[in-house]
Nanobody, 121 residues
Framework: VQLQASGGGLVQAGGSLRISCTAS????????MGWFRQAPEKEREFVAG????????NYSDSVKGRFTISRDKAKNTVYLQMNSLRPEDSAAYFC???????????????WGQGTQVTVSS
């Protein structure tokens, strides 16, 4: 599975942004997908995950209620809708694929390149 993230950019605090991750390969629908982020000099952290069927999701406490993860199997794409953005949300965002829904980065087998999200105050 190859993953390509896109849609990052600069947005003002309080604004919204949607980032996408498109996968190649027929097995996309069998994988749970996750979004992680990493700010400079900080460890990579789990943001949101969605099961292979799309029926289950989970979120970090820091984004719960503001971010929504979804997937479109027909387009082999997973999305992260980010609302009420804060400066502390600024980071490189990475998508990843895992055999099951988990927040543990070590369980993710495939990673895309990061897409930068910058939130100005």
């Amino acid at each position: 599975v190859q993953l390509q993230a896109s849609g990052g950019g600069l947005v003002q605090a309080g604004g919204s942004l949607r980032i996408s991750c498109t996968a190649s390969g027929r097995t996309f629908s069998t994988y749970a997908m996750g979004w992680f982020r990493q700010a400079p000099e900080k460890e990579r952290e789990f943001v949101a995950g969605i099961s292979s069927t799309g029926g289950r999701t989970n979120y970090s406490d820091s984004v719960k209620g503001r971010f929504t993860i979804s997937r479109d199997k027909a387009k082999n794409t997973v999305y992260l809708q980010m609302n009420s953005l804060r400066p502390e949300d600024s980071a490189a965002y990475f998508c990843a694929a895992a055999p099951y829904l988990t927040s543990l980065s070590s369980r993710y087998n495939y990673w895309g390149q990061g897409t930068q999200v910058t939130v100005s105050s």
